[in-house]
């Protein structure tokens, strides 16, 4: 007799480990004495419920998953916020529980209008995973139909989806392989009713639509669903023998590129950059020994080129680049030892040339 490969929780220090046995009542006992659980917790609970997965494969139903900090609290809706602590649902012989762990030690945090579907008869194969709302979302098998329960932000309460026909429901949220919260989802996956097809719904679409993900051999029977990097894997047997089912890579956030230099000796600096594709050019560099200098750089198509460049000793100077049409060309240049010195460049046609120079001592030049 075999509990399979799921993962129960072990109610002590160590929090995590392969499911041996149901924590009967005895197992509870002890850890009444220990401390780790309040008194009573044996006579209340009484024992693990066990079920049948397989004709040779029992499992405690026993679940453990990341979770948030605090219950119904996303905070900033970062990773740690909403999956920074560990969470465990049991179903026992008293009733469903939800725990979290705090310091080595379970915590009761049982929300009964989340679990109290929970408590009907013939309920199996519990399955948790949290939302970005750090809600509890549930699901389970019963009398040969899939069922899921989640919080419901519009009408601020817990509703039910289902029935479905099909068995051995899992539940995983994808940000712990997309490594960020901002675009995950919770996936329910789960058997069709012959056994031999995987189908996944999404909470954003309050799991309506089912999506065939992979067909297996007759008996087929999933156990667990983990993440990699990137990736989900589901884990299971069939009449083949096991299975790992790896998902279709998630996408890489791409990086994007803005560069730009200032040297400053004195007096404010403010540099603006512009994230340019990477086939676009656009430089700017400017030295300033005091006042104020403020370069903007502007995207450029790949094939234009605009260039600018300017010494400061004093006062204030303002660059901007802006974009040229390829066949067009426009020059200006002007030297200035003080006043007020002010260039104008005009696009023009690619037929014409025009070119400008100035240099004086003193003044005002336009």
Do not use: K, W, Y
């Given at each position: 007799m075999s509990y399979g490969g799921s993962w129960g929780v072990w109610w002590g220090l160590g929090l995590e480990r392969p499911a041996w046995s149901s924590l009967s009542p005895e197992l509870i006992r002890d850890q009444e004495r220990e401390g780790l659980l309040p008194a009573g917790s044996a006579a209340q609970l009484g024992g693990v419920i066990v079920t049948k997965r397989s004709r040779r494969t029992l499992r405690p139903e026993l679940v453990v998953a990341?979770?948030?900090?605090?219950?119904a609290q996303p905070g900033g809706g970062t990773y740690d916020d909403l999956y920074g602590s560990r969470w465990a649902l049991g179903l026992y012989r008293g009733g469903?529980?939800?725990y979290q762990a705090r310091s080595g030690v379970w915590v009761d945090r049982t929300d009964p209008d989340a679990l109290g579907a929970l408590t009907a008869s013939g309920v199996r194969h519990a399955s948790l995973a949290f939302d970005q709302a750090a809600r509890p979302v549930l699901a389970w098998e019963q009398s040969g139909a899939v069922y899921v329960r989640q919080w419901d932000a519009l009408g601020t309460q817990y509703v039910t989806r289902g029935p479905w026909e099909g068995c051995d429901p899992?539940?995983?949220?994808?940000a712990m392989a997309l490594l960020?919260?901002?675009d995950s989802d919770v996936t329910l996956y789960h058997l069709d009713a012959a056994r031999a097809a995987v189908l996944a719904r999404t909470q954003r679409e309050v799991y309506a639509t089912a999506r065939n993900v992979a067909t297996l051999a007759g008996g087929a029977v999933l156990d667990q669903v983990v993440t990699l990097p990137y990736a989900l894997q589901l884990i299971g047997e069939d009449a083949a023998g096991p299975i790992?089912?790896?998902?279709?890579?998630y996408p890489v956030a791409g990086a994007d590129r803005a560069r730009g230099a200032a040297t400053l000796a004195g007096g404010e600096l403010v540099v603006n950059l512009y994230a340019l594709p990477?086939?676009?050019?656009?430089?700017?560099?400017?030295?300033l020994a005091g006042g104020q200098l403020v370069v903007s750089l502007h995207a450029l198509p790949a094939a234009d080129?605009?260039?600018?460049?300017?010494?400061?000793?004093?006062?204030?100077?303002?660059?901007?680049?802006?974009?040229?049409p390829v066949a067009d060309s426009a020059q200006g240049a002007a030297t200035l030892a003080g006043?007020?010195?002010?260039?104008?460049?005009?696009s023009h046609s690619s037929a014409h040339s025009a070119t400008s120079g100035a240099s004086f001592i003193g003044g005002s030049y336009g």
């Open positions: 990341a979770g948030p900090q605090r219950l469903p529980r939800l899992l539940l995983i949220s994808d960020e919260t901002a790992a089912l790896l998902s279709a890579p990477g086939a676009d050019n656009a430089q700017g560099a400017a030295t080129s605009a260039q600018g460049a300017a010494t400061l000793a004093g006062g204030q100077l303002v660059v901007s680049l802006h974009a040229l006043g007020a010195l002010t260039t104008v460049l005009f």
